[in-house]
Nanobody
Framework: HVQLVESGGGSMQAGGSLRLSCTVS??????MGWFRQAPGKEREGVAA????????SYADSVKDRFTISQDNAKNTVYLQMNSLKPEDTAMYYC????????????????WGQGTQVTVS
């Protein structure tokens, strides 16, 4: 039974930083992504990482501010968020899938419960 557990959300002033963590229990997947959903808005793909090669991809809205990374020994994927803006406020979700390619457009089939990020 695979579980994704996010942590690290919280409240932060604009310009600050937060680091989200997603720990995978059970068998891992080769493509991990971070998504977010703000109230009244559609879910948005934020970043993805191909765990084998470490190749990453980002949404334009977070490029140069957010960094996705992994610690394979800990089965954990991180999202370092810098220069936070109020528009980054959302519930952030970790997702995983086995896939031949890896980006936020892939159909993910494993999801965490989410962690709230609020920027004021």
């Amino acid at each position: 039974h695979v579980q994704l557990v996010e942590s690290g959300g919280g409240s932060m002033q604009a310009g600050g930083s937060l680091r989200l963590s997603c720990t995978v229990s059970g068998s891992t997947r080769n493509c991990m992504g971070w998504f977010r959903q703000a109230p009244g808005k559609e879910r948005e793909g934020v970043a993805a990482i191909y765990t084998g090669s470490g190749s990453t991809s980002y949404a334009d809205s977070v490029k140069d501010r957010f960094t996705i990374s992994q610690d394979n020994a800990k089965n954990t994927v991180y999202l370092q968020m810098n220069s936070l803006k109020p528009e980054d406020t959302a519930m952030y979700y970790c997702a995983a899938v086995w896939s031949l390619r890896c980006n936020v457009d892939v159909e993910y089939n494993l999801w965490g419960q989410g962690t709230q990020v609020t920027v004021s």
